[in-house]
């Protein structure tokens, strides 16, 4: 008997294993490659030989919890209490699982937006509750009165991902005033607010929820040091939600990791008095722009990325093979590895498309692009 029949294993680990296993290049699952800023490194490095190495408070490092509330006010001009509204976490995973355990409960429906990212439908099976799946618009804007039809006495969270992975679609003002709509007509909904790529956006800026004053009161904000300073591998993020949802939040978080590693919370605290992530946007739309003229003569159609750093694109000039298959052949015959984007819905479709990470050093840019112009 399995609690999680439908689950598998992740198509980031299969593909990245895939990869190496054909010593491929890496476009698949998201994460840099580029050397890690030095002055994190050296950080780390002097940390640890300082008393850093026992637990911290179970919500985090009180000078941590400090400077994320200075950096969302600095970022998104919200005054947050540290000690009751803000909740470092084992990365945005951990958060997302710690959230959804903590306020949906049995018989309570979820809504999911599709392609969705993997990390929300287990925490929601695992809670008795169902998962409800609302595909986005052919162009990945959000259809919210699809949405708004959805939703009923029964439905506890709406998920959202902004900006989204995988397509890189932003939300508008728009959207936000429709979602702000809807919540009026569904006061018991609690909106959850994936925002880990909030500071990967291109020509258009980040619309946080953090800014919506409607929405401050019934939210729960996530965030990733992973993605904003290129540490993948360190699992730290954070949570902000106002301290009634908040104070559920960390009945679960104190019985799924109590606290989280000491080590990282004090060199992301320090490294806070040095770094601007204002300059991460930019950063990345050099890679993203670099990526696509490098790809400006192949076979495959990139579509729109508004941010993230992924690059979705068709192949269907090239192949008839369904994505997943493509993938794999991609990686056997050609060397690159990409993500098969139907696996990001619950029931595959014919997409022919596949999503790249673009968060790598030129020369693999250059290398991947080569590969894959000459297919
Ligand atoms: N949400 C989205 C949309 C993501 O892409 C990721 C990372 N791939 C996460 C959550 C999880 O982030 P973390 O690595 O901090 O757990
Ligand atoms: N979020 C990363 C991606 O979309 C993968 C994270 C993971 O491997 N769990 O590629």
Redesign the pocket.
């Known amino acids: 008997m399995s609690k999680l029949p439908n689950i598998i294993t992740s198509i980031?680990t299969i593909m990245s294993k895939m990869a190496a296993e054909y010593n491929a290049i890496n476009l698949s699952q998201?994460f840099p490659n580029f050397p890690v800023d030095e002055r994190l490194t050296n950080i780390v490095a002097n940390l640890a030989k300082k008393d850093v190495h026992q637990y911290l408070p179970m919500a985090g490092y009180p000078s941590l919890l400090s400077k994320i509330a200075v950096l969302v006010h600095n970022s998104y001009g919200r005054i947050l209490q540290p000690e009751t509204e803000i909740l470092v976490t084992a990365?945005?995973?951990?958060g997302?699982f710690a959230t959804i355990q903590a306020l949906v409960d049995t018989e309570d429906e979820v809504i999911i937006l599709e392609p969705s990212?993997d990390?929300y439908e287990a925490p929601v099976l695992l809670s008795n509750a169902k998962p409800v799946r609302i595909a986005l618009n052919d162009d990945y804007t959000t259809n919210w009165e699809t949405i708004e039809k959805a939703c009923s006495s029964k439905t506890k969270m709406i998920i959202i991902?902004n900006p989204?992975?995988p397509t890189g679609k932003i939300l508008t003002i728009t959207d936000f005033e429709a979602l702000e709509k809807l919540l009026r007509k569904f006061p018991n909904i609690t909106l959850l607010s994936?925002e880990?790529?909030e500071y990967i956006t291109f020509e258009e800026k980040h619309i946080s929820a953090h800014t919506r004053s409607a929405l401050l009161k019934r939210c729960i904000v996530?965030s990733?040091?992973?993605?904003t300073f290129h540490i993948?591998g360190w699992?730290?993020?954070y949570l902000v939600a106002p301290e009634h949802l908040m104070k559920e939040i960390k009945k679960v978080h104190q019985f799924l990791v109590f606290s989280v590693n000491s080590l990282s919370q004090v060199a992301i605290s320090d490294y806070l008095d040095i770094v601007s992530v204002q300059e991460i946007s930019s950063m990345y739309q050099e890679k993203r722009d670099y990526f696509r003229q490098l790809l400006k003569n192949s076979r495959f159609k990139l579509m729109t990325c508004e941010g993230?750093y992924f690059q979705v694109a068709s192949y269907s000039a090239i192949s008839n093979e369904n994505d997943l298959d493509f993938c794999k052949r991609l990686i056997m015959e050609h060397g690159v590895a990409a993500i098969p984007i139907s696996t990001f819905y619950a029931d595959a479709k014919d997409l022919h498309l596949i999503r790249f990470c673009f968060a790598k050093d030129n020369a693999t840019l250059e290398e991947a692009a080569k590969r894959l112009c000459s297919i």
């Open positions: 980031f998201g990365g945005a995973t951990q997302i990212y990390c991902n989204h992975n994936d880990v790529y996530v990733s040091f992973g993605k993948t699992k730290v993020g993230t």
